[in-house]
């Protein structure tokens, strides 16, 4: 005698998850396919029979999946009948080049979101249903970003990729040399992480058109390079005056934005570091805030065709091998330059190498700071090397400001810079108290 076949009940929140998501694919199914009078498997009544099905059969099998199995089979067989015939019919239709596989796909996943409602957690069903639909009603849009990201760029990111998922679990996780205690794994996870705020500026500033000009770009240039946006704006507001207010308010907000960009890099590697830098950094920010509202708004609201005429030059791509190696020379650079300015002068070599950072690019010093680059040195007192590099980097910026509007035409913004950096000293001191 055969044994008799249990199936375990499934709970009601389960049935009724599998019932209204295929319900709600189905809907997405039809709405898109609306517009034609050509007749498709699937829709709203189709995909919640299917899923009904799917669940039915795995419940009689569970461990083995043997039924539901045998009905994906029936399913897939049933689809390529359906496939090859709809191929034959658009075989001499000169304005449908491809027919695509959207529809068998579908089919396929409303029977397996069946099995997936009645096994898996909540999520993992809504995921599967979600994600199909974005991608089914998104076509117009997702075709339109295609031809529009350029060949180098994807080949520039499947690089990047590579040398993320591949190359960095590959890298030795231990000091390589006694001359600094970061291992090559830090060195291109900082990387990682840059490249990564980086590229998110770059992209939005290249192809989010809301983000194109105005103060939206001042503030993406702040997560890119606060210092080559200081630069760019103090040469438009010294090349059309129109735009002097929106320059001086745009230079201000991209330092703003460098505080919580430092803040953002800092917590992904030290949560105690930066829970010191929260504070200061924050209270710095909030002040670049309110001296670039201050700066927009003196006089009244910027003129249409002034705001749409400011615009920042789009920087090189930030995942490009070549940056990404002198990025790493950089990093390992200052990591031993601070181990040898802590051994020779203590905590008055790290200040002083803070300060002379500042010129440069902070990024590499506070990611060393952050990932331990320098031994036995109190929290606090990375704290303070960290706030007194980027207010090195404001007076440099200030500088800038001022010699490439020639002087007058951003001179608010420069004597922000200045009274921020300022700030930033104060902040250090109260921190750690800079008397050693």
């Not at 009940?9 to 050509?38: I, R």
């Not at 570091?273 to 009244?300: D, E, K, N, S, T």
């Amino acid at each position: 005698m055969n044994p008799a076949i249990t199936i375990t009940a499934p709970s009601p929140a389960h049935v009724a998850l599998l019932l209204g998501l295929s319900f709600f694919l189905g809907l997405a199914f039809e709405e898109y396919f609306a517009h034609t009078d050509e007749r498709r498997p699937g829709g709203i009544r189709t995909f919640p029979m299917l899923a009904i099905a799917g669940g039915v059969l795995y419940l009689f099998d569970p461990e083995h999946y043997i039924p539901f199995t045998a009905g994906l089979l029936i399913l897939g067989a049933w689809l390529l009948v359906y496939y090859l015939a709809h191929v034959n019919e658009h075989k001499t239709q000169e304005d449908e080049p491809n027919v695509g596989l959207v529809v068998p796909v579908l089919n396929v996943i409303a029977y397996v979101l069946g099995a997936v409602s009645l096994a898996h957690e909540p999520w993992v069903a809504v995921t599967m249903t979600v994600a199909p639909v974005l991608l089914l009603t998104g076509r117009e849009q997702l075709h339109a970003l295609a031809r529009r990201v350029e060949i180098k760029e994807i080949v520039t990111a499947g690089e990047f990729l590579i040398l993320t998922g591949i190359v960095l679990p590959l890298l030795p996780n231990h000091p390589v040399t006694d001359l600094t205690a970061i291992t090559p794994r830090q060195v291109w996870l900082a990387l990682v992480v840059v490249a990564s705020f980086s590229y998110a500026s770059y992209l939005a500033q290249r192809y989010w058109v809301a983000a194109a000009s105005g103060l939206w770009m001042a503030a993406l240039g702040g997560m890119y390079s606060s210092t080559a946006t200081t630069v760019v704006l103090a040469r438009q507001a010294k090349a059309d005056p129109a735009l002097k207010r929106q320059a001086q308010a745009g230079i201000t907000l991209a330092t703003a934005i460098m505080y919580l960009r430092i803040l953002a890099v800092v917590m992904i590697f030290n949560m105690a570091l930066a829970r010191v830098l929260a504070l200061p950094l924050c209270g710095l920010a909030a002040a670049g805030f309110i001296i670039c509202a201050l700066q927009y708004f003196r006089g009244g609201p910027a003129d249409g065709s002034a705001r749409a005429s400011m615009q920042i030059a789009q920087a090189g791509n930030p995942l490009e091998l070549g940056a990404a190696a002198i990025f790493a020379v950089l990093f390992v650079a200052v990591s031993i330059v601070s181990a040898v300015a802590k051994s020779q002068f203590g905590l008055s070599g790290i200040y002083g190498l803070a300060a002379i950072v500042g010129v440069t690019d902070i990024d590499p010093f506070v990611l060393n700071l952050a990932q331990g680059g320098i031994s036995d040195v109190p929290t606090s007192a990375l704290a303070a090397a960290i706030l007194i590099a980027a207010s090195s980097n404001n007076v440099l910026k200030a500088l800038y400001a001022a010699f490439f509007a020639g002087g007058r035409a951003t001179v608010p913004s420069a004597i922000a810079l200045v009274v921020l950096a300022l700030g930033g000293l104060g902040a250090a001191y109260a921190t750690a108290g800079l008397v050693h």
